[in-house]
C-alpha cells in the first residue's frame, strides 16, 4: 500500500477516520480538477448551465464555512455572511474576482475547517449535537460531515464535466502528487 496517494483513504482504519479521509479525498480531486486556471476558464459556463468552476470553488467555500465554522464550531461563519451579502448568488463570481482570489478563498476555508476536523477527533465530538436543528431536534456533528460528502459528491460530478469542457482534462483522481496547500499527509 505504499504506492497509495497521501490522500487516498486508509484501508484499515476507525469509521470516524473513513470519514473525514473520504471526505478529503472528494477535496483533493475536487481542487485537482478546478487547478491551475485562468478566471476566463474558471467562469466559464456549459450551454445548459450557469455552474462554473469558479462559482463552485465560492459555493463550497461558504458551505465549508457554513457546515464547519457555524454549525459544528458555532462561530461567526466570515465566508458565508460576506458571499451572501445583500443577496450576492454564491455560485456567481464577481467580475472583480481573480483566479488567485478564489483559489485563496476555497482553500482557507477548507484550511480552517480541517483545523476543526482535528478538535472533533481529539475530543471525539462526532456524536454530538451540532447548531443545525428540526423541529427541536438537534443533527449530530456525524450527520453534518456525511451531508458535506454527499454536497461534494455531487460537486465534484459538476466539476468532471466543466473540467473536461475547458481543456480534455479527465480521470477519476488526480495524479499521486498532487496535494493542495491544505492538505498535510
Known amino acids: 500500500m505504499d504506492d497509495f496517494p497521501v490522500w487516498e483513504p ?8 473513513h470519514l473525514f479521509a473520504m471526505l478529503d479525498r472528494l477535496r483533493v480531486t475536487f481542487r485537482y480538477k478546478a487547478d491551475g486556471l485562468q478566471i476566463t476558464q474558471l467562469t466559464a459556463q456549459l450551454p445548459s448551465s450557469a455552474l462554473s468552476l469558479g462559482g463552485l470553488l465560492q459555493h463550497l467555500a461558504a458551505v465549508e464555512d ?30 472583480s474576482q481573480t483566479a488567485e482570489n478564489l483559489y485563496e478563498l476555497y482553500d482557507q476555508a477548507v484550511a480552517n475547517s480541517r483545523m476543526i476536523t482535528q478538535q472533533i477527533l481529539e475530543n471525539n465530538l462526532l456524536d454530538t449535537e451540532s447548531a443545525l436543528d428540526f423541529e427541536g431536534q438537534f443533527l449530530s456533528v456525524r450527520r453534518i460531515v456525511c451531508d458535506l460528502i454527499e454536497e461534494y459528491g ?14 480534455g482534462r479527465v480521470g477519476e483522481d488526480p495524479p499521486q502528487d498532487f496535494l493542495p496547500s491544505w492538505f498535510d499527509a
Open 66 to 95: 457554513e457546515k464547519f465554522t457555524y454549525l459544528i464550531a458555532q462561530k461567526r461563519p466570515e465566508v458565508l455572511l460576506e458571499l451572501t451579502a445583500q443577496g450576492h448568488d454564491p455560485f456567481a463570481v464577481d467580475s
Open 154 to 167: 455531487r460537486h465534484t460530478g459538476h466539476a468532471d464535466l466543466l473540467r473536461e469542457a475547458i481543456d
Open 10 to 17: 486508509p484501508v484499515f482504519a476507525s469509521e470516524e477516520l
